[in-house]
């Protein structure tokens, strides 16, 4: 293991008080518990958004807060789910009492403690309100999760909900829109190697120099597939037709009900991307793969669209939910309407992501 870092034990805190100094300007840093925050929360008549999971998965979720996405992020140690005390302390801090958004991949630590968490706020007199993100399209179950894992549609929950916060939507309003991002998302990834995290020392899995992971998770977790190395083509063409491929998945979700002020099952269904839809497409490193190659899946992956009469509206290329270092790349396609569009396109301020 090659890294810069010190004492293993001190690495998250480390980097967060670094994160802090370098952007002092848009948020703060709380320790014991530990999250991050909007310089100016909690902002006035908005509701506030948080996220969060293990860390190691820059520039997600804390690069992502400030004007037009998130108010807070709470993050674990390296690919660790935080504890249900960061998420109620943060919502504490950034509440302003128009209610709170907890967006959640779906991994099974983070889906018990933003729930536990919400417990707690809800005896506070917080109103919080959990949506799952669960778009890749690769597995239905990992050691990680049960049913799909959280993937690169949570960016693009953060982004378009963070807008449509600031431009006054109530926490209702906001709760359906996160869930039809996430309805409307898929994602699916891959890598050519593991990552390591500072605490074990070793990869997370084995590839021969001829190998590749097909539908790997963002926490260095073995996919689907492993098979023989295909070129940039060949692994592009598998993973758009992973998402195109997948249609009406249905979860079940536990959510949490103002009217019976408790948590209930319900049932959400996928909407399929189909001829004639226009797309929000992101092509995001897992941490290791240069921009450079990116581009070369960008170049087919449109050229895959297009033959399939899908409109690239919005693109993105870059890093934006990785895998500490791990070579490889991740797919999302978000079906957009004028609404989603809408909200994409608004002015964002953030460390990670400013327009």
Not at 24 to 47: G, I, M, N, Q
Not at 168 to 196: P, T
Not at 203 to 216: A, R, Y
């Amino acid at each position: 293991m090659k890294k810069l870092i010190n004492d293993v034990d001190d690495v998250l805190k480390e980097q967060l008080q670094g994160f802090g100094s370098a952007h002092k300007d848009l948020l703060s840093v709380h320790f014991d518990p530990t999250f991050v925050y909007r310089k100016d929360a909690p902002v006035k008549k908005k509701v506030a958004l948080i996220s969060g999971g293990g860390s190691g998965h820059e520039p997600l979720h804390n690069g992502y807060i400030g004007p037009g996405m998130l108010d807070a992020a709470c993050p674990g140690e390296i690919f660790t789910s935080p504890t249900p005390d960061q998420m109620f302390e943060a919502a504490k801090k950034v509440d302003s009492g128009e209610g709170v958004l907890f967006i959640v991949k779906n991994y099974t630590g983070d889906v018990m403690n933003f729930e536990m968490a919400a417990d707690m706020a809800h005896d506070e007199g917080i109103d919080v309100r959990n949506v799952i993100i669960d778009d890749d399209v690769a597995v239905k179950d990992s050691s990680f999760t049960a049913g799909r894992r959280g993937m690169g549609v949570t960016v693009l929950a953060e982004k378009i909900c963070g807008a449509a916060a600031d431009d006054g939507y109530d926490l209702d309003q906001l709760e359906a829109l996160c869930k039809k991002v996430n309805r409307f998302g898929k994602s699916m990834g891959m890598a050519l190697s593991a990552c390591i995290t500072p605490a074990n020392g070793t990869p997370s899995f084995d590839l021969d120099e001829n190998e590749m992971e097909i539908g790997i998770g963002i926490h260095g977790e073995p996919g689907a597939e492993r098979m023989e190395l295909k070129s940039a083509d060949e692994i592009t063409e598998m993973l758009v037709s992973g998402i195109l491929d997948d249609e009406n998945y249905t979860r079940k979700l536990h959510e949490w009900s103002t009217e019976e002020k408790d948590w209930i099952d319900v049932e959400l269904t996928d909407e399929p991307i189909v001829k004639g839809d226009r797309v929000i497409a992101m092509v995001n490193s897992m941490g290791g793969t240069p921009i450079s190659e990116l581009y070369g899946v960008y170049s087919k992956m449109a050229q895959l669209l297009e033959a399939s009469g899908i409109e690239i509206a919005r693109s993105m290329v870059g890093h934006y939910i990785t895998s500490l270092e791990m070579q490889g790349v991740s797919i999302t396609l978000l079906k957009a309407d004028d609404e989603l569009l809408k909200y994409y396109d608004a002015p964002v301020n953030t460390p990670g992501w400013h327009k």
